[in-house]
């Protein structure tokens, strides 16, 4: 049982440009949301994260949009630098404090 | 300190060696998490430690046994491990019972572990 599906296993981007990662979810359950950034041979670093009661949280360079209608969760990075190219997990968690689950990463390739 | 601590860094084993990995958090986080990470894979749980207490185990085999010492420390003993077993392996951490988690867990940067 799939809970979560990050579709896209990469993405290419130029310098400057948007990125756009996305998330699709199917448990209704879920009321937070987070994205990671994982560089090669490092652990995951928390990046951004919403509630289920927002559909926007910015910070920086970096949006996080939540689209409960849809169980769409997507990540917006503009302008896109090539420090950004790394590996782009999404995770989700409710509040019984169960582990959270998490998609399969999207690499990003942030070309100068 | 915002830091969850791994050691070591790397780890060559045999099949046949006993050997720990560590992790060390004092955030005060009540939850402690072991990860087996592989390439162009996304970390897969293995143990849920909530105040000390082994909470989930994800049917890990018993040639991983984690241990608890107190509220800071999180081991994970490794006994007759097989090639298959090479992995990235992550620690985190995260409050328990905190109903704001915004930012989810900490992670350590892992333990590269071979298996020859």
């Known amino acids: 049982d799939q809970q979560v599906k990050q579709n896209s296993p990469s993405l290419s981007v130029q310098e400057g440009r948007i990125s756009i990662l996305n998330c699709d979810y199917t448990n209704s359950m879920f009321d937070y949301f987070l994205w990671y950034k994982k560089y090669p041979a490092e652990g995951p670093t928390f990046l951004i994260s919403?509630?289920?009661?927002?559909d926007k949280n910015e910070d920086g360079r970096f949006t996080v949009f939540l689209n409960k209608s849809a169980k769409h969760l997507s990540l917006h990075i503009v302008p896109s630098q090539p420090g950004d190219s790394a590996v782009y997990f999404c995770a989700f968690g409710n509040s019984g404090n169960t582990p959270l689950v998490f998609g399969k990463g999207t690499r990003l390739s942030v070309i100068a | 300190d915002t830091e969850v601590t791994q050691t070591p860094k790397h780890l060559v084993m045999g099949m046949t060696n006993k050997k720990s990995l560590k992790c060390e958090q004092h955030m005060g986080h009540r939850a402690m998490y072991w990860y087996k990470q592989k390439a162009k894979k996304p970390p897969e749980l293995m143990f849920v430690y909530s105040y000390e207490k082994l909470s989930i185990n994800e049917s890990v085999p018993s040639r991983f046994s984690p241990e608890c010492p107190n509220s800071s420390l999180l081991n994970l003993h490794l006994h007759a491990l097989q090639p298959e077993d090479s992995a990235l392996y992550l620690c985190?951490?995260?409050?328990?019972?905190?109903?704001?988690?915004?930012?989810?867990?900490?992670f350590g940067s892992g333990t590269r572990l071979t298996v020859v």
């Open positions: 985190a951490s995260s409050q328990e019972g905190n109903r704001d988690r915004a930012d989810g867990y900490t």
């Open positions: 919403i509630s289920s009661i927002k």
